[in-house]
């Protein structure tokens, strides 16, 4: 399986845009990038995917690096609830890897206010 | 909205005794993915089933089960159990096929609250 590489934590200010970072230099041309995270306590939850293109949605963008080896999910205004661990994980698009989700270390993310 | 549901929330045994844990998927979810979650560790893929029949299959014990039922609710049984079995247990519904083949999905994967089970 093609592995991320996260780094263990960072730290942001509320209201301020937080930059997480992933490497996968090993992608597949038929793996999606899939973001997840997980708050205190709860399960983890989806945040953001995209295969080629930097992506929008109402919880976060991914930018996409040209030659797919990396990628960053952008929080455009952390707020203390973004408080987290998040996951960069890839997934075949053809589905060899049946589905699951392989977790990797990911990124705790603080928030000071 | 309806989301996944996991009992009991919390279980404590002892050691030998056996667990059972039940995932409700949300509706007309017919995938259901199970993961363990210990101290300080990050979710490790148990095992899965689509339509009632298992999809795939991970690190899961031997003396672990699991069978998905008629409406799609998930059963995790677990016996002879260890002091190592104590982790979080999250079942992960999604509304897709699991992705086999040569269909293109990206189906999302919706986690339920966790069932807290501690060995003593």
């Known amino acids: 399986d093609a592995k991320t590489t996260q780094p263990n934590s960072m730290e942001s200010n509320e209201e301020e845009p937080v930059h997480l970072p992933c490497n996968h230099s090993?992608?597949?041309?038929?793996?999606?990038i899939h973001w997840y995270r997980q708050l205190p306590s709860q399960g983890p939850e989806y945040v953001i995917h995209?295969?080629?293109s930097n992506v929008n949605n109402r919880m976060a963008s991914l930018a996409i690096a040209e030659d797919r080896k990396s990628s960053t999910l952008i929080l455009h205004r952390a707020t203390l609830r973004d408080a987290a661990v998040y996951y960069c994980?890839?997934?075949?698009?053809?589905?060899?890897?049946?589905?699951?989700?392989?977790f990797g270390q990911g990124t705790e993310l603080s928030v000071k206010p | 909205a309806a989301g996944v549901i996991q009992s009991p929330r919390h279980l404590i045994k002892e050691k030998r005794e056996t667990a059972t844990l039940k995932c409700y998927p949300i509706?007309?979810?017919?995938?259901v993915y199970w993961y363990q979650q210990g101290p300080g560790q990050d979710p490790q893929f148990l095992i899965s089933?689509?339509?009632?029949?298992?999809?795939d299959k991970g690190s899961i014990p031997d003396r672990f089960s699991a069978q998905q039922f008629s409406d799609y609710h998930s059963e995790l049984n677990m016996s002879s159990l260890e002091l190592g079995d104590s982790a979080l247990y999250f079942c992960?519904?999604?509304?897709?096929?699991?992705?086999?083949?040569?269909?293109?999905?990206?189906?999302?994967?919706?986690f339920g609250p966790g069932t807290r089970l501690t060995v003593l």
């Open positions: 995209g295969l080629t």
């Open positions: 089933f689509y339509e009632k029949m298992q999809s």
């Open positions: 994980i890839l997934r075949d698009l053809w589905g060899n890897q049946g589905g699951k989700l392989i």
């Open positions: 509706p007309r979810h017919d995938t």
């Open positions: 992960a519904s999604s509304p897709n096929e699991p992705l086999v083949g040569l269909a293109e999905s990206t189906d999302t994967q919706y």
């Open positions: 090993t992608i597949s041309g038929t793996d999606y």
